[in-house]
């Protein structure tokens, strides 16, 4: 195990990771004295749980009134006091809502969540479960000692929080988490209460886990597999060691991320056990619910590949014995091939990514596979994957083997904010904007289009389409940015202000996508960002129909595990950055655009989300792009004439 840094802030923090996971949720934290070595806290005590103090996870459930209140969460939404309950039968369940929250095509046919409580959004109940974690957080530190309350008075308003997610999350994600943040209280709607929330991919907290624990089995030159089975998603990613002494690591190949946690061997389980008793009308819902969860709690955490005999679970009707449906006494036997059979999908689709990426990496790098996560102590799945691995020369450790004190996720979340291991990060979609292009009377693909085509001032041009900013694939530094410059052109009647430029992602198979026509469904939008030109000197050049009136500008992207956008400027011989706040749910969008146009050299970043601001609505057409691309500093001219129609929209 590596000892943590010595923290070198001027000033005592409060951080706290919260990994909120689909079926279990847990809490670490880090209280960073300056000049001290840092250590991470996990909170160990919640309500409902208090005859287990090594429960470091609670369930994520939460049971609403009809109102739309919270009755309870965690271990008491699912204790017996509650089911003894009068209103118990009016209560609304929401558990694996986390899953609501996921882009869609991190989808399946086996897919079926449990629909959400009436009137509630997937954010809000969000927001109402990370409520309770910070409330049961601030409660555990202040029962340890008087210093520690005297801490959390000083400290709690600024606390910084770590939120992790799964890998194939995307900004639109990492969005409608941060307004879960603000609607739960974490944090204010402000730029500086939202610079307070950060994210890491569970895969990257994964690592810095399993390289504290385990730090002495890596050298430099050597390659790591992180495969995170969760309860809803398993995130696999690998890594290549650069050096140990200071420790820095790259990622060298496109993580992966599926939904085929342990929910959904219980999803396939259910499926099952209504078959089975589909004719059967005395087992009513009750029943079937009770079935399901006794495997979840006692089939499921038992079954391997060691443990010879079949598997029980108990429907709670002790008076039904049904030797055709194998049920006696109420249990329901199942046999190790039906068992299997639940188990068998999620392992095939996790060792086949297991492959891929090893084949990526041709083999040459990876050597070590770590198993995190509450479906890691599922021995079938340890053992099935030891004996794949082992045939391609891969050997795998499990750092945590307990599902109840599975907490690597939230403490690699702290030493994630602490030491920041990956320097290098493989881009996963390949991000661009609208552009109008020029025709091109050599290229076959603008003449067989050449019917889409229409005239301005620039020329003949196409409207639809597509300029990369970013490739998918491409290696890039932490928190490196790319920039590409383009020009706006405007009429000489009305002069050119504000501007707002789409970032699109492409989740298409097409390396150099062109056209955003021919493939609608592979282009979603990302962000709008916005700035004010107005001091930005225009230039002239000749046109088709006369002069053309254009001013130059970029679009500046950054890449980390939060990747932001921006555009830049030249104003009187200084370089500017602008971007207007992106609206949350509790907007404070109109204050912080007035902040802006009071000043032409603020300088904000935007997140990459599907939420947006905008102000009234105006037209600018037929516009000129791309003259310069820049990329970790490095600039090549693009010998491309790339024509922009642009729109702004109130949204």
Known sequence: MTSLPTYEGKKRQLVVAIDLGTTFSGVSYAILNPG?????????????????????????????RVDGTVHSCGAVAESGETRMLLEYDDLMTAKWFKLHLRPHNLTSTEIELPALPAGKTAVQV????????????????????????????????DTVFVLSHPNGWEAAQQSMMRDAAVLAGLVSDSPAGHERIHFVTEGEAGLHYCLHKLAGCVKSGQGLMVVDAGGGTVDISSYLCKSTLPMCFEEICSPDCMVQGSTVVNMRAERFIRERFRNEHEVDEEAIQTAVESFDKEAKPLFSSSREGDSYINTGLRRLTKADLNVRRGNLLLTRDEMESFFRPSFEAIIGAIRRQFQSTKGGYVSNVFLIGGFSANDWLHENLKGSLETMGLDLYRPENDERASKAVADGAILYYLEHYVSHRIVKTTIGTPVNRQFNPLDLRHRARMQKASINRTGLTFEDGFSVLVEKGTRIKDNQEFSEQFCMTYHP?????????????????????????EEPGSFKRL?????????????????????????????????????????????????????????????CADEFAGELHGSSSATRTIDFSHHSFSVGTESVSHTTMIVDVHAGGASHERHLAVHRSYRISSM
Request: net charge negative; glycine share 8%; hydrophobic share 35%.
């Open 527 to 587: 962000c709008l960002v916005r700035a004010d030109l107005s001091n930005v000197e225009g230039e002239t050049r000749p046109g088709v129909i006369g002069d053309v009136h254009y001013k130059k500008f970029k679009i500046i992207l950054r890449f980390g595990v939060e990747p932001t956008a921006q555009i830049g400027w030249v104003e009187n011989g200084e370089e500017k950055r602008w971007a207007v706040w992106r609206r949350g749910m509790c907007s």
């Open 36 to 64: 001290e070595v840092s250590r991470i806290d996990t909170v160990k005590r919640y309500h409902g749980m208090e005859k287990d103090a090594q429960h470091y996870r609670i369930p994520s459930v939460l049971k609403y």
């Open 126 to 157: 969000f927001a109402d479960f990370l409520r309770y974690l910070w409330q049961c957080t601030g409660e555990y530190i202040q029962q340890i000692g008087p210093q520690e309350r005297q801490m959390w008075d000083s400290l709690r308003d």
């Open 493 to 517: 009647a009305k002069e050119l202000s504000t501007i707002t430029d789409e970032i699109i992602e492409y989740t298409g198979d097409e390396k150099d996508p062109q056209w955003m026509e």
